[in-house]
């Protein structure tokens, strides 16, 4: 194989002069051992990602947070009044804070970063002349590639077929307008952007279908050449993230100025300047919530892998924040609530109805009823024959008995069709073989059909397959029993598939078309100049709803979160299923259907007023073209809902990007769906969807918790000095003791709520209104009431020390110890926003343990280590001293308990 010496002039070549260079055989690909060795050869197919911000200046970066440029001026000048030690330890803090929120920042980066990887892209590929569905890591030059519309090309491609093929290729030229494919050899100076007949690797096929071999992987194809791939590194911010930093600086601003007065007021009272200096930093170190944008990026990566472990893959983070507030679902129906395993329950052709027996895959059943089976070569089941060979032939499917189970391949609704011919005894291999594709127009779902063309019996015969509304009204003529053409009976058809689609199956139906000699397919000429089908006949299969989806949608009406079916599906089939999910009630209003399921036809009609009526009324969509999704989200929108929508081919990349959440299905979903989505179930399931909103919901909640349990203490730490100032006393508690208390609680005391367990009744509150404010009225009263608590426990601990004779040491000791304790005993409030510590289980989230473990280690080291005491001007304190501490710790909490219980007792937390 010389790809080597071939650089990229790969379009000039015909077609079988590639094949023959690359040593590879179009129709068949490679084999097996050809591809081991060009494996040793070349690698894998990955482009190796540009290196993202190093650690050293990711560490650096830490030092621009302004609480650290505060905090860095303040050690400054400590050093230049000659307080060494008082310096150290304030930049030693600062070292720490640095490098905590380096190393989280770091391992949140890293998990969203596999996360991400673990959505891995697939392709189909035709190795040893079968097709296979392959990780697109495991190309290899020469593989032959099959691109469909939604494909991301995963490599660069010299194409040999191309039916309506096309691509957006913004991601290597720019360009965003869609280029045509072809498979024509080129003049040898085409520009890279002009060459129609290659697919580079990174680009989306947003139409048609096409085959082409691969001809560079990984670093060597062009994307890979020029290195455009951005960095991996995700963006950890999120709407809440920004509001908190926004707030921060507020904060510092409003501190900054007190701390100024604080220093002012100390001088005008005749305080010496040093010391009032140093009030001023214990103020501003003190009254700034260090803990909390660690705290919020450890809580959102802890939210993220929970989801992901209820098969929620997060793409974009801001969406754990958003999943909490959805206020609407809009689901497909095929493979999100219902199971995608089709099979086939009738067949109706030449007018007769023919039961199909057997499940799942495995062509197990009989076509026809047990006592009166039909002889497929009889004369009077012609129409039965060409329905199934129609079906078989305008097919992508592949069917195979892997070692255990029946097994297909491409889409489960033509599979079916495979296993319905297998039932009636033919085999689609010999019938392929026998009458080969010779065109076709590929399936698309704003068209709902898709058609083939075979040479059979000296005939150019067109097979039609699609939605009944599409192939019914081209159709003129259909085949009775025995095959003979006879006029179209529409009503008898339009009847027979209305009660299969009442019955919940899903109705496909099968034409064909007797074309002129040596024509081909030309879906342009088909629909402007209309075509004179023959009907052949209908297959109705059953795709059983998800047991899961139906518990989950209960879960979702629980919550608040109304739940819509978008379906390309037909309206009776979507309501029958809708109801059987839950989606609807049956009964009562909704007994009418054309109150209850609105098609994409009757949606095109309507003006936007009359559409934000009817998205608000109703919750079934029928017949939905996928560029109809986005209106249906706008529409949803204007009325104030946060919408989570659902989609997987390439047209609702817009309507997954319009919407709040967009959600794309991990194992049906094109890959262009994939990346405009925010969220990505793996294994498709509706269940995800819910799962994922309750754990959005919870991550909000502990955040919320978060900053309920860390602002009392700031501002406690901030009341404590102003007071000291005003009353003209020494200050309780120095700013070094201050920075201990901050980082040590921030993190054993504060982190371990990340852990918390999400709360019972989360899914029985309504969904919070987007643009609420984080805290709400009752919680700000708790905050305040807290710190009043600590003002006066630590204050008057430290007075009654002195009075008591002790030394200044001591009684700041005490006060430290005070502060310390009081937030272990409140940290027991705050793991539920309406219940109490006891009945949520006093060990019900372990880490709070290890966190109150840790804590009573340091905070004896503080006390009673000579070090800790020369470092931090602490000194040992007595048993009674730490009884009173104790107490004041567990009144607090009691304190608190009972506001909870008796002052906030209707709330049901901020979600
Ligand atoms: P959902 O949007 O809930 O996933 P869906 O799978 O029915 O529903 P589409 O895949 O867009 O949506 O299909 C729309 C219609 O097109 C189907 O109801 C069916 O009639 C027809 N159809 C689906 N798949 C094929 C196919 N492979 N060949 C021909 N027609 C098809």
Redesign the pocket.
């Known amino acids: 194989m010389k790809t080597s010496e071939r650089k990229n002039d790969w379009h000039q070549l015909p077609v079988d002069r590639v094949a023959e260079h690359l040593e590879t055989a179009l129709g068949d690909g490679l084999s097996d051992e050809a591809v081991n060795a060009r494996r040793a050869l070349h690698g894998e197919n990955r482009i190796t990602p540009k290196p993202g911000r190093g650690p050293l200046l990711r560490f650096a970066l830490q030092f621009s947070q302004p609480l650290v440029v505060v905090l860095v001026i303040a050690g400054a000048v400590t050093a230049f009044l000659g307080e060494w030690v008082d310096s150290g330890v304030i930049f030693g803090v600062t070292l720490i804070n640095a490098l905590i929120g380096f190393i989280q920042e770091g391992r949140a980066e890293s998990a969203l970063v596999a996360l991400a990887r673990s959505v891995t892209s697939e392709v189909t590929v035709l190795r040893g002349g079968a097709k296979r569905r392959l990780p697109s890591t495991a190309l290899v030059p020469g593989d032959v590639v099959l691109l469909a519309a939604g494909d991301k090309v995963p490599a660069d491609l010299r194409l040999f077929r191309a039916k309506e093929l096309q691509a957006i290729e913004s991601a290597l030229t720019g360009e965003s307008t869609a280029v045509s494919k072809h498979h024509k050899a080129l003049s040898p100076d085409t520009l890279l952007a002009e060459r129609g007949n290659m697919a580079y690797a990174g680009t989306v096929m947003i139409r048609g279908q096409g085959a082409g071999v691969v001809v560079a992987t990984g670093d060597a194809t062009e994307t890979g050449r020029i290195s455009r791939l951005i960095a991996e590194a995700p963006d950890l911010s999120t709407p809440l993230t920004s509001k908190m930093a926004v707030f921060s600086n507020w904060l510092l601003i409003a501190i900054g100025l007190l701390a100024v007065l604080t220093f002012l007021i100390g001088l005008w009272r005749g305080e010496s300047a040093f010391e009032m200096f140093m009030a001023a930093v214990a103020l501003a170190v003190g009254a700034i919530p260090e803990g909390l944008p660690a705290a919020m990026t450890i809580t959102l990566a802890i939210g993220v892998s929970r989801m992901a472990r209820r098969r929620a893959i997060i793409r974009k983070l801001p969406a754990v924040e958003t999943l909490g507030s959805t206020t609407v679902i809009c689901s497909?129906?095929?493979?999100?609530l219902t199971e995608n395993q089709m099979t086939v329950r009738e067949i109706f052709a030449g007018g007769v109805s023919y039961p199909v027996s057997g499940s799942g895959y495995a062509p197990t059943g009989k076509i026809g009823d047990e006592a009166d089976l039909p002889d497929l070569d009889s004369p009077d089941a012609v129409a039965l024959r060409q329905c199934l060979l129609g079906g078989a032939l305008?097919n992508?499917a592949g069917l195979r008995k892997s070692e255990r189970h029946w097994e297909i391949t491409g889409?489960p609704?033509?599979g079916a069709l495979l296993v319905a011919l297998r039932k009636g005894g033919l085999d689609e291999g010999t019938l392929q073989k026998q009458f080969p594709r010779l065109d076709e127009i590929p399936?698309d779902?704003a068209r709902?059909?898709?058609a083939t063309l075979h040479e059979i019996e000296g005939l150019r015969m067109a097979y039609f397959?699609?939605?009944?509304e599409q192939l019914l009204p081209r159709s003129t003529g259909m085949l009775d029993a025995a095959g003979t053409p006879v006029p179209i009976d529409r009503r008898q058809i339009e009847q027979r598939a209305g009660e299969m689609a009442a019955a919940g199956l899903?109705?496909?139906a099968v034409g064909r078309l007797v074309c002129l000699a040596g024509s081909a397919l030309d879906r342009e000429q088909l629909e402007r100049d209309g075509c004179a089908l023959q009907f052949v006949g209908l297959f109705g299969m059953i795709d059983p709803p998800r047991p899961k989806a139906i518990s989950a949608v209960k879960a979702c009406h629980a919550a608040g979160i109304v739940v819509k079916?978008?379906?390309?599906?037909?309206a009776l089939?979507a309501l029958s299923i809708a109801r059987q999910i839950g989606i609807v009630k049956a009964g009562g209003k909704t007994e009418n259907t054309a109150l209850t399921v609105l098609t994409g036809r009757e949606l095109a009609e309507l003006d936007d007023d009359a559409l934000r009526r009817a998205a608000h009324a109703v919750h079934v969509f029928a017949r939905?073209e996928?560029e109809q999704k986005l209106r249906l989200v706008r529409a949803l929108q204007a009325d104030g809902e946060v919408v989570a929508m659902t989609g997987?081919?390439v047209n609702d990349a817009p309507a997954l990007k319009q919407a709040n959440i967009g959600i794309a299905m991990g194992l049906a979903g094109t890959e262009v769906a994939k990346e405009a989505a925010d969220m990505v179930l793996t294994d498709d399931d509706f269940a995800a969807i819910e799962a994922a909103v309750e754990e959005g919901r919870g991550v909000y909640d502990n955040i919320v918790k978060f900053i309920t349990w860390t602002l009392p203490t700031n501002f406690g730490e901030g009341l404590v000095i102003m007071a000291a100032i005003v009353a003209g006393v020494t200050l309780p508690i120095t700013a070094l003791q201050i920075l201990w208390i901050n980082m040590t609680t921030a993190v054993f005391l504060g982190l371990p709520l990340a852990f918390e367990p999400i709360e019972a009744g989360i899914m029985h509150r309504a969904p919070r209104q987007p643009g609420t404010p984080i805290l709400d009225g009752a919680l700000i009263a708790r905050i305040v009431l807290v710190s009043v608590l600590l003002l006066a426990g630590s204050f008057g601990l430290f007075l009654l020390e002195l009075e008591r004779g002790h030394t200044l040491a001591e009684a700041r000791t005490v006060a430290v110890n005070v502060f310390v304790v009081v937030e272990a005993f409140y940290l027991f409030n705050c793991r539920s926003f309406e219940r109490s510590a006891l009945s949520i289980g006093f060990f019900s989230n372990p880490t709070v343990w290890y966190g109150i473990g840790t804590m009573v280690v340091l905070q004896l080291a503080l006390t009673y280590v000579p070090l800790m005491n020369r470092l931090f001007s602490t000194a040992p304190i007595d048993a009674r001293a730490w009884a009173e501490i104790l107490a004041l710790g567990f009144a607090a909490m009691l304190i608190v308990g009972v506001e909870k219980r008796y002052l906030h007792r209707h709330r049901r937390g901020p979600t």
């Open positions: 497909d129906k095929t493979g999100t305008c992508d889409d609704t033509e399936f779902s709902q059909y898709m397959k699609g939605a009944i899903r109705v496909l079916m978008i379906t390309g599906d037909h089939t939905v996928p997987d081919g």
